[in-house]
């Protein structure tokens, strides 16, 4: 069983930044793809980044490339989103996400991702 927690979401206003972290409990972390998603009121949850256990190869959705930074922390057992130059439409709720069956295969469907965590609330006030 893994638990993911995220913190770090908040209010900003456009062109702002905010960074999300989300530790993991599950020592093996480093062994598998962690991705994060957002879901905005009335729509269906999105694929925003994912990063292989290793660190390289990362993988973004093109709304939110040049944008936004994956990265991951092994020792920390901790996976970060740095986002910058935030616009209103990025407000949603983030959540990050485990898929334990593949260590370096990036997929970006909610369906293969095993764990999830409880979300932060971004908003980006216009």
């Known amino acids: 069983q893994v638990q993911l927690v995220e913190s770090g979401g908040g209010l900003v206003r456009a062109g702002g930044s905010l960074r999300l972290s989300c530790a993991a409990s599950e020592r093996t972390f480093s062994s598998y793809v962690m991705g994060w998603f957002r879901q905005a009121p009335g729509k269906e949850r999105e694929f925003v980044a994912a990063i292989p256990w290793s660190g390289g190869s990362t993988y973004y959705a093109d709304s939110v490339k040049g944008r936004f930074t994956i990265s991951r922390d092994n020792a920390k057992n901790t996976v970060y989103l740095q986002m910058n130059s935030l616009k209103p439409e990025d407000t949603a709720v983030y959540y990050c996400?485990?898929?334990?069956?593949?260590?370096?295969?990036?997929?970006?469907?909610?369906?293969?991702?095993?764990?999830w965590g409880q979300g932060t609330q971004v908003t980006v006030s216009s």
């Open positions: 996400a485990a898929d334990i069956h593949r260590r370096s295969t990036i997929r970006t469907s909610t369906r293969v991702y095993d764990y």
